[in-house]
């Protein structure tokens, strides 16, 4: 079957507009998580959800980022007034669910702001 | 704040040496430990866990809650294992994981 799969692999934007990044889980997986990856450096956990509801967003860096769930599915990452820091790989995980259980990575949606 | 150290950013060995990535953690309560690894324009994927206590690909890792350490060890290396190697922290039932800033490893002909 199907990894997840991430759109768009590549988003140049310009300072100041918005982003929407989406992410495709694996059919049936009730967890997603999002992470972000400055170049150089690990991964940090942006968010993470249960179905369509998320018990954990500390990660979030600031009010200008956002992420849904609808269906149990599909999930978007929404960066509001971009801003040159958000520069990054965005990548987006899910698992069957989210009790320890492996994670399986998307290839990264690799965003950079001009 | 569980936090996870790989003090290493890059290893160099070389083919059929013994290997040694380190992965140190902060966390009160008892974490579940990964080791994740990423291939040259492959996706990150799991390699892995402490609880199944596997080895995969001849690596082997050892939860040590004494030292609060879970290094990643190989006795041979090989050229295929060149690659970024993460380790990584759960909480159960948490969902959150924290992962390390990672090392690079390239095994040497």
């Known amino acids: 079957g199907a990894g997840v799969s991430q759109s768009p692999s590549n988003k140049v934007t310009e300072k100041g507009k918005d982003v929407e990044l989406r992410c495709d889980p694996i059919s049936g997986h009730t967890a997603l998580y999002w992470y972000r990856q400055r170049l150089g450096q690990g991964l940090e956990f942006l968010i993470y959800f249960q179905g369509n509801s998320a018990p954990d967003k500390s990660g979030l860096p600031s009010d200008r980022f956002s992420a849904e769930r609808t269906g149990e599915s599909v999930s978007t990452l929404t960066i509001q007034r971009t801003q040159q820091e958000d520069s990054a790989v965005y990548l987006c995980?899910?698992?069957?669910?989210?009790?320890?259980?492996?994670?399986?990575f998307g290839p990264g949606t690799r965003l950079t702001v001009l | 704040a569980q936090r996870v150290t790989q003090p290493e950013k890059l290893l160099s060995v070389f083919k059929g040496a013994p290997v040694e990535l380190k992965c140190n953690y902060s966390?009160?309560?008892?974490?579940?430990l990964f080791w994740y690894v990423q291939y040259s324009r492959q996706r990150l994927q799991l390699l892995l866990r402490h609880i199944s206590r596997e080895s995969i690909k001849g690596f082997t890792a050892d939860l040590n809650k004494g030292e609060t350490s879970f290094h990643l060890k190989k006795p041979f290396a090989q050229e295929e294992d060149s690659a970024m190697y993460y380790c990584?922290?759960?909480?159960?039932?948490?969902?959150?994981?924290?992962f390390g800033d990672g090392t690079t490893l390239t095994v040497k002909p």
């Open positions: 995980a899910s698992s069957l669910s989210g009790i320890i259980n492996e994670q399986f």
């Open positions: 990584a922290l759960s909480i159960t039932n948490a969902g959150k994981s924290t």
């Open positions: 966390y009160s309560g008892s974490p579940e």
